[in-house]
Protein backbone atom coordinates (compact mmCIF):
# COMPACT_ATOMS: atom_id res chain seq x y z
CA UNK A 1 0.00 0.00 0.00
CA UNK A 2 0.91 3.84 -0.39
CA UNK A 3 0.74 6.46 1.60
CA UNK A 4 -0.91 9.69 0.65
CA UNK A 5 -0.41 12.72 2.77
CA UNK A 6 -1.71 13.44 5.52
CA UNK A 7 -2.30 9.41 6.57
CA UNK A 8 0.27 8.11 8.67
CA UNK A 9 -0.12 4.47 8.04
CA UNK A 10 -1.91 2.33 5.46
CA UNK A 11 -3.19 -2.03 6.40
CA UNK A 12 -4.09 -3.38 3.22
CA UNK A 13 -5.90 -7.15 2.95
CA UNK A 14 -4.69 -9.01 -0.08
CA UNK A 15 -7.29 -11.73 -1.18
CA UNK A 16 -7.59 -15.14 1.37
CA UNK A 17 -6.05 -18.24 -1.11
CA UNK A 18 -5.87 -22.30 0.32
CA UNK A 19 -2.18 -22.61 1.20
CA UNK A 20 -0.60 -25.35 2.68
CA UNK A 21 0.89 -25.02 5.83
CA UNK A 22 3.35 -27.41 8.57
CA UNK A 23 0.83 -27.56 11.54
CA UNK A 24 2.74 -28.00 15.02
CA UNK A 25 2.73 -31.96 14.94
CA UNK A 26 4.63 -31.17 11.41
CA UNK A 27 1.44 -32.49 9.34
CA UNK A 28 0.93 -30.80 5.95
CA UNK A 29 -2.77 -29.16 5.71
CA UNK A 30 -4.33 -26.48 3.22
CA UNK A 31 -5.52 -23.47 5.48
CA UNK A 32 -7.02 -20.06 3.91
CA UNK A 33 -4.34 -17.50 4.12
CA UNK A 34 -3.59 -14.34 3.52
CA UNK A 35 -1.43 -11.22 3.69
CA UNK A 36 -1.69 -7.87 5.67
CA UNK A 37 0.36 -5.93 4.63
CA UNK A 38 1.42 -1.96 6.25
CA UNK A 39 2.95 0.97 5.51
CA UNK A 40 3.96 3.63 7.58
CA UNK A 41 5.52 7.34 7.36
CA UNK A 42 8.55 6.55 9.64
CA UNK A 43 8.78 9.83 10.16
CA UNK A 44 5.27 10.15 12.36
CA UNK A 45 4.92 6.33 13.44
CA UNK A 46 8.38 3.91 15.12
CA UNK A 47 8.34 0.73 13.28
CA UNK A 48 8.14 -0.75 17.15
CA UNK A 49 5.18 0.91 17.46
CA UNK A 50 3.94 -0.46 13.75
CA UNK A 51 4.91 -4.06 14.93
CA UNK A 52 3.05 -4.13 17.90
CA UNK A 53 -0.18 -2.90 16.27
CA UNK A 54 0.42 -5.85 13.20
CA UNK A 55 1.13 -8.28 16.28
CA UNK A 56 -1.85 -7.73 17.80
CA UNK A 57 -3.76 -7.57 14.57
CA UNK A 58 -2.49 -11.11 14.00
CA UNK A 59 -3.15 -12.42 17.62
CA UNK A 60 -6.96 -11.21 17.20
CA UNK A 61 -7.25 -12.78 13.54
CA UNK A 62 -5.73 -15.78 14.58
CA UNK A 63 -7.58 -16.40 17.99
CA UNK A 64 -11.42 -15.32 15.97
CA UNK A 65 -14.12 -18.25 16.48
CA UNK A 66 -15.96 -18.40 14.16
CA UNK A 67 -19.63 -19.37 15.30
Known sequence: PIINQPQVAILDLEAIV???VVLDD???AVRP???LPMS???RALDGATAARFLS????RL???EVR
Not at 56 to 59: C, I, S, T
Open 18 to 20: KRP
Open 62 to 64: EGW
Open 56 to 59: RVKE
Open 26 to 28: DAI
Open 33 to 35: MSF
Open 40 to 42: WDH
